[in-house]
């Protein structure tokens, strides 16, 4: 089975442009999170979602980051504009809401010059 | 801040067993404990979860205690391939799911 689907897997912008992560979740899940991690900070749960509709946000840095689940099988991350703090790997993840057990993307490592 | 307290490192011989303790003083009686595990440059991988019964699996057991405020996940036969950074995690399970919150985590070094 095909796991949580991540793109792009390396990203490289400059300050200022927008940033747009995505994510396909498995097939059945219904809740998807969006974390990011860093060195200083380690991981860190940006938002997530049950059954399409965020539910917790609280982890959004700014008001650059947004995060849409237009269906079951997509999300979007985007940052607009983009600045060299956002520079992490930003993890995926997707689960049944019922278990708990939350299931990996590889991630987007994102680099903002 | 997370709710658990794990050792920074530690290391484990190759084919011993991996004992990896975990302090959750302050769990909730509706709280489960999970073990996540982040290979290098991987995302975080599940391992195991428990309520109040020590459980296992195919990866791990995970031993908690009768006041549960500790437990310790136990890798029977430890090989290079379970060099990681281990979390240990306190949540509620399903439904609610609040918070998911990743400390720092114990990195496990198996040595040849």
């Known amino acids: 089975d095909a796991g949580v689907i991540q793109s792009p897997r390396h990203e490289v912008t400059e300050m200022g442009q927008e940033v747009t992560l995505r994510c396909k979740p498995i097939s059945g899940h219904n809740s998807l999170f969006w974390y990011r991690q860093t060195m200083m900070r380690g991981l860190e749960l940006l938002i997530y979602?049950?059954?399409?509709?965020?539910?917790?946000d609280s982890g959004m840095p700014e008001d650059r980051f947004s995060a849409k689940m237009p269906n079951a099988s997509f999300s979007t991350l985007k940052i607009q504009p983009s600045e060299p703090r956002d520079s992490a790997v930003y993890f995926c993840a997707s689960s049944l809401l019922e278990t708990g057990e939350l299931f990996f993307g590889e991630g987007s490592r994102l680099t903002v010059l | 801040d997370a709710k658990t307290t794990q050792p920074p490192s530690m290391d484990c011989a190759e084919g011993r067993a991996a004992n990896l303790p975990c302090n959750h003083s302050t769990i909730s009686g509706n709280e489960y404990v999970y073990w996540y595990r982040q290979i290098h440059s991987q995302g975080p991988q599940y391992i195991i979860h428990?309520?109040?019964n020590n459980e296992t699996n195919e990866m791990a057991s995970l031993i908690i205690t009768e006041d549960r405020k500790s437990s310790t996940l136990i890798l029977p036969h430890a090989t290079l391939r379970d060099t990681a950074v281990y979390y240990c995690i306190v949540r509620v399970a399903g439904g609610s799911q609040g918070n998911l919150i990743f400390g720092k985590g114990t990195k496990l070094s198996v040595k040849p």
């Open positions: 428990g309520l109040k």
């Open positions: 979602f049950n059954n399409n509709v965020p539910i917790d």
